[in-house]
Every structure is written in structure tokens, then in C-alpha cells.
């Protein structure tokens, strides 16, 4: 879909950007900034588009892949939302009315035997 080669596409530049920073596992190097904070939240989003569907985004991006690791792995990130942030989201994108809330009503009714094929 359109939508997910846009956001390949951002996530490219993103990926780009962190090939020619200094070491360390933020946007700015060992330093965390205003841009981890910033998509501590995306990467939320991108969790559960994983959960969703195999959409590529980050396929061949493992520096923002790693920098997606690093943040949910700081304490500050994963505990901005609560415990039941994963459902709620899913709960939420569901009921959009959008080309993802037709994914997850399909999967939802799909037999366990198709959902594993």
C-alpha cells in the first residue's frame, strides 16, 4: 500500500541520518534528545503494524531497527503508557473505519487454521 512505502521510505532517511552519527544507541549518539523522545511513540505504532501485518516497513533498516530496540528498551519510553497500551491501541486502530481496521477485523474473524497458514 501506499501508506507503508511512505513510511518505508521516511524510515529510510531515518536510517541514512543514523549511518553517520557517532557511536551510541540514540538519534544523536550517546546523548538521548528531543528526536528519541519524539518517536518513542512511533515506534509504538510500528509495533503494532508488526502485529498486524507483514508491511516491510523497516525491512533492511537495521540501524533504525536497533535505534526502535534501544528505546523501547529505556525505562522512561516503556513507562509513558501503560501495561494495556497494546490492546488499547489494537482496540483503537480497529475501530478507525481504515484499510488497517479491515486487516484486524479479518483476522479476527478468520479461523485459527487460516490465520497459521
Known amino acids: ?6 513510511l518505508s ?9 543514523l549511518s553517520v552519527r ?3 544507541p540514540w ?18 505504532y510500528v ?3 508488526d502485529r498486524i ?3 516491510g516497513i523497516l525491512d533492511g533498516k537495521p540501524l533504525v531497527q536497533a535505534w526502535r530496540h534501544a528505546l523501547s528498551e529505556r525505562r522512561s519510553v516503556s513507562e509513558a503508557v501503560s501495561p494495556d497500551y497494546p490492546q488499547r491501541l489494537h482496540a483503537f486502530l480497529r475501530a478507525k473505519g481504515s484499510y488497517l481496521s479491515g486487516i484486524i477485523r ?12
Open 22 to 24: 557517532q557511536s551510541g
Open 47 to 49: 509495533d503494532m503494524f
Open 1 to 6: 500500500r501506499h501508506e507503508s512505502r511512505g
Open 27 to 44: 538519534f544523536a549518539g550517546e546523548r538521548f534528545s528531543l528526536v528519541d523522545a519524539v518517536y518513542g511513540p512511533v515506534f509504538r
Open 106 to 117: 479479518r483476522q479476527a474473524t478468520a479461523t485459527p487454521q487460516a490465520r497459521s497458514a
Open 53 to 55: 501485518g507483514d508491511f
Open 9 to 17: 521510505e521516511m524510515f529510510a532517511r531515518l536510517e541514512a541520518e
